[in-house]
């Protein structure tokens, strides 16, 4: 809820207006507030604020009443934020004044104590970087779920053969679970990059006061420990000024949303009539207003989607920070929207790809149909010739063609070539090729590490799901 009352509004800001006759223009007042946005972060404000109060007290910097009164009221403004009841106000800018405000209003002249040794500047870097760093680790989790959902998938249909492709022509033929456990691979990254990006991020900012450091003895090493940091950050120009978690948060986001996109687009692919490979479940699909039959796949659309938003959020702020002098600037505060709407576009693709793989249905017979086509088992014949009839590579590869372009020229595929017609491309060939030529032999023949046979899948879903425990 916002209100704008005129008596905020009139009168000089109570904050930092000691040297202002007069209370900033409307339009001033309306670019300059980030309470719009920055209300997000009350939790991480206010447990921040807890422990700065408690580390002043701890260092006699104010008195143990006074931190005691401070902690006990910030938790009275929590629980009214969270409980839909404080006002914010524009007049009050941000977060961090609001908060402040209602604060002073509730216990009085100790709440103008809390900001001794702080600026906002730190104060901002750590809300921003503890509200990043739950997003992290929210990623993480959203990340977790999806992967088991593809382990789910990848068990079920081991054995099922699919065409693989390359330039979306039949490749060879592949293992359905082969493919799932290939974004098994991806997911795990992503969730590796968030894993490694939280270690950096992981540094207090708190202390570094507006710039320069504070001339109060201050105990950064105990805040950091109270907000779970695993040290302060150690330069305070840089603490202030850094914004790379935000940006490897993004980058982590960009590389999840670029992997969602790739795999919502096989779902659309996949999901259509010409392919029929997936059936995605009515609890993922919608339906058309004037088309009676049809099924879209629109939860695949918008997560194939996403990326555009949350990549632009990641281009938006490197665009913000690539030229701004050290340390803060107004600037910066235009860091928080794009990475608030990334991490929630990302989150919501998260869930929704998770709930459609969980629920979608593969055709296996269509899979396998379409397994065979396209001349999918070439490279096992070519293969057969080496290793049989002892025959260069290259041979074999010019042999197969052959073959090849005489089913083509029958209307059948290679299976179904005679053995004389076999023997009239090369007469060396005997009826044994028949036995590489199905897809099932195929996909089981190949079993080199990493490979598509279903022994070698089976080994990666059991590595994963140990890995996932
Ligand atoms: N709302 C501001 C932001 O988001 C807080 C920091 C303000 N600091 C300052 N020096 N004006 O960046």
């Known amino acids: 809820m916002m209100t704008e009352t ?37 939790k991480q404000d206010i447990e921040g604020s807890r422990a700065h109060a408690a580390m002043l007290a701890a260092a006699g910097i104010i008195t143990d009443t006074d931190a005691a009164a401070i902690r006990e009221g910030l938790l009275t403004v929590l629980s009214e934020i969270e409980g839909g009841t404080f006002e914010f106000s524009t007049a009050l800018e941000d977060i961090h004044m609001n908060v402040e405000s ?71 033929p592949v293992t359905w679970g082969h493919h799932m456990m290939a974004y098994v691979e991806m997911f795990g990254r992503d969730m590796s990059r ?34 779970g940091f695993d040290a302060p950050a150690p330069n305070s120009l840089d603490a202030v000024a850094d914004r790379d978690f935000a940006l490897e948060y993004l980058a982590a986001c960009s590389i999840t949303a670029m992997h969602l996109s790739r795999f919502s687009e096989e779902l659309v692919i996949w999901s259509s009539a010409q392919f029929r490979f997936v059936q995605l479940s009515d609890r993922f699909s919608t339906g058309s207003s004037i088309m009676p039959q049809k099924k879209n796949p629109d939860a695949a659309e918008l997560i194939r989607a996403k990326i555009g938003r949350i990549m632009g959020a990641m281009v938006g702020l490197f665009t913000v920070m690539k030229g701004l002098p050290l340390t803060y600037s107004k600037d ?53 010739l080496v290793r049989e009839l002892g025959m260069p590579f290259r041979e074999a590869h ?23 017609d076999m023997q009239g491309v090369h007469e060396n060939i005997n009826a044994g090729v028949f036995d590489v030529l199905g897809v099932h032999n195929s ?15 089976r080994k990666q879903i059991a590595r994963w799901k140990e890995a996932l425990k």
């Not at 002249?109 to 760093?133: C, I, K, Y």
């Not at 989150?347 to 629920?359: E, K, N």
């Not at 996909?443 to 899948?457: I, K």
């Open 332 to 384: 910066m505060q235009e860091d928080k929207e794009q990475v608030f709407d990334a991490a929630d576009s990302l989150m919501l693709a998260l869930a929704a790809m998770t709930g459609m793989v969980s629920d979608m249905n593969a055709n296996v017979e269509e899979l396998e149909r379409a397994a065979a086509t396209g001349f999918s088992t070439a490279t096992d014949l070519a293969d057969w």
């Open 443 to 457: 996909v089981a023949s190949r079993t080199s590490y990493g490979g598509t046979a279903p022994s070698e899948v």
């Open 102 to 172: 209602r604060l002073k209003d509730l216990i009085g002249e100790p709440a103008g104590r809390l900001h001794t040794a702080r600026s906002r500047n730190d104060q901002v870097a750590l809300d921003f970087r503890m509200w990043v760093r739950e997003q992290t680790d929210a990623a993480i989790t959203g990340l977790q779920a999806l992967m088991k959902a593809l382990l789910t998938q990848a068990e079920a249909g081991a054995d099922w053969v699919m065409p693989g492709f390359t330039h979306l022509q039949v490749a060879q």
């Open 398 to 420: 010019h042999v197969t063609g052959t073959l090849v372009a005489l089913a083509e020229g029958k209307g059948c595929d290679l299976p179904d070539l005679s053995l004389d």
């Open 194 to 227: 968030f894993a490694d990006a939280r270690k950096r991020m992981n540094l207090s900012p708190l202390g570094a006061a507006a710039l320069a450091g504070t001339s109060f003895p201050i105990d950064r090493h105990m805040t950091a420990q109270a907000l």
């Open 6 to 42: 005129s008596k905020d509004n009139a009168k000089a800001n109570t904050m930092w207006g000691g040297r202002f006759a007069a209370g900033p223009d409307a339009i001033m007042e309306a670019i300059n507030a980030s309470i719009g946005f920055d209300q997000r972060m009350a």
